[in-house]
């Protein structure tokens, strides 16, 4: 089934907008815990592509040395002649990596559509017109919303071939048990044959990774205390941003990297009608980034219902594209 897509097509989730739920839940919680997927507002998208920018930022580097030198490897893995499918890239941000492998896959004339998904519009908005200029043959359809209702969506589009791509380490940003069961539920909505591509970054001196999320410019801390922000403006809240400071970690055994908020005084915050009590030196967890051994990348493609089928490393072997194939 060959579909064509016009590349002004948006397609965005209409279901209800859970935000202002999730954050209650959240800070109700012991110990109490925000989702990192609520950073990515305009000013949060603004922040992670600076945070992608810094020298320390390694993920960025590696995973693009892959993108861009190693291109026509993945394309052979991913695609064969003649075949069509879909190319449907989960948390697709702006497309930096992944638009060399497009490019490759346009040079070749493969039949294929790319589907964006991604939680912010602004962000799709920029990739979809920038992907027009670069591109303009690239037949695109972005869908804006939750990975599994836009994974739904786009699965149900077309009866091709299904290549998803979930890159940056973004696999890493859930705990063990999420990841384990997010493998599972992508891997339920695909048939036999279809692949999963998913970036890994690998474990490594533990300096070099804490001092990725800990940088001196401080710009990971206003990433993280920029959803603050966003509470206060979204959910009238009352926030003194300047009363919590940014706290990184890193354990080289298990892998967890993990930042916090950390109240630095007896406060309460308003959220809405509700009243929000912090103790001084009271922790909000927000974001866990979790570093792979090549030993848990395979349990886990196994425990999932995947079969590996090629990993392609970087030059420093910091990070790798394990492709797995259902």
Known sequence: ????????CHFKNDGTDNFGADILKGLSAHPKKLSSKYFYDKTGDRLFQQI????????TNCELDIF???TEELAKAISNINESFDLIELGAGDAMKSSYLLKNLVEKGTNFTYMPIDISGNILSVLQENLKKKLPELEILPLEGEYFDMLDKATGISKRKKVVLFLGGNIGNMESEEARHFCNEVKRKLNAGDLFLVGFDLKKNPNT???AYNDPAGITASFNLNLLTRINRELKADFKVENFQHYQNYDPISGACRSFLVSLCDQEVHVG???VYFKRDELIDMEI?????EQDIKKLAGDS???ILVEIKDTKNWFVDSIWMV
Do not use: R, W
Request: no cysteine.
């Open 209 to 211: 990774i804490l001092a």
């Open 68 to 70: 861009q030198n190693k």
């Open 289 to 293: 980034s979790q570093k792979f051994s």
């Open 1 to 8: 089934m060959n579909v064509q897509l016009k590349q002004d």
């Open 52 to 59: 992608m920018a810094m020298p320390e930022y390694y993920l």
């Open 305 to 307: 219902g995947f079969h």
């Open 273 to 275: 009608n509700h009243l």
